[in-house]
């Protein structure tokens, strides 16, 4: 697993964590361990106090992090499906980098199962996922929009810019699945 670089901790439900962006080589001062990490985390945090970029993965992943600062790092405001265990919640919410997106941000499930995260995706990307952009069309188809706009909106994502998807991949049956926004 990729994210086993350089000593990092194993994320279940965020297999690489560099990859997608959520944690940076970048020297921090960890505001929780404070040790000197070459790692900082640079995804959403939801708690009182500010702690952008000062966070190491290390205390997100043994749960330091959001014991002493009672932090989160996905918001909470998603609906999570009745057969997801409550505890697979808690791994997501507070033992799991975040990521960041152009409206809220949700985290996708299937099996009874959180799906792991694997980053931002535009068009191009998503094209080698196809059960994954017959998901978003499904959504999307579902929310009442035509044909036509669906196909559009699909060919206009973008990995780098708006509106864009994001890719999770079921960690039991291995389906590619996606969700998108734009501001």
Known sequence: MLADRAGLPRFPYHPDPLATGSVVAAEVVCACCRQRRPFTYVGPVYAVEELAR???????????????????????????????????TEVVLRRTPGFDGWQQEQWLHHCGDAAEFHGCVGAGEL??????????????????????QVEWYLQALSKDGQPTAYLFRCRHCGTHLAYSDST
């Open 54 to 88: 000062v966070l190491c993965p290390w205390c997100i992943a043994n749960g330091q992090a959001a014991s002493m600062f009672d932090a989160q790092f996905t918001d909470a405001d998603w609906r999570v499906p009745e057969d997801v265990p409550a505890d697979v």
């Open 127 to 148: 094209a080698a996922f196809p059960e994954a952009v017959e998901h978003l069309r499904s959504d999307l188809t579902g929310h009442g929009w035509p044909a036509d």
